[in-house]
């Protein structure tokens, strides 16, 4: 049983930064990827960014050049930095445990509570 709690979240202008803090507890040693998700109202929930153990990434179209997904394996933490926030960018953002498929990020069935992101025109 693997443990996930997200912070960080909260109200930014358009244009400003945040950074997600995901920590994870439990069986989290087996665990290979790590990803964040991100559901806006009446939107299904969308992948935003995962990484490997061994760091390698992956982005959403929407968040290239401006999100940065890192983890600390030592610590069993993972982060997300919002930079050049917009206001599609709002939504309940999750941190995520999965696996690879070849080079496709595959998600376990467990979710923390999400943190919400709001960001203002």
């Known amino acids: 049983q693997v443990q996930l709690v997200e912070s960080g979240g909260g109200l930014v202008q358009a244009g400003g930064s945040l950074r997600l803090s995901c920590a994870a507890s439990?069986?989290?040693?087996?665990?290979?990827?790590m990803a964040w998700y991100r559901q806006a109202p009446g939107k299904q929930r969308e992948l935003v960014a995962d990484i490997t153990r061994g760091l390698s990434t992956n982005y959403g179209d929407s968040v290239k050049g401006r999100f940065t997904i890192s983890r600390d394996n030592a610590k069993n933490t993972l982060y997300l930095q919002m930079n050049s926030l917009k206001p599609e960018d709002t939504a309940v953002y999750y941190c995520n445990g999965g696996y690879y498929r070849g080079r496709t990020y595959v998600r376990y069935e467990f979710w923390g509570q999400g943190t919400q992101v709001t960001v203002s025109a």
């Open positions: 439990g069986n989290s040693f087996s665990i290979d990827g």
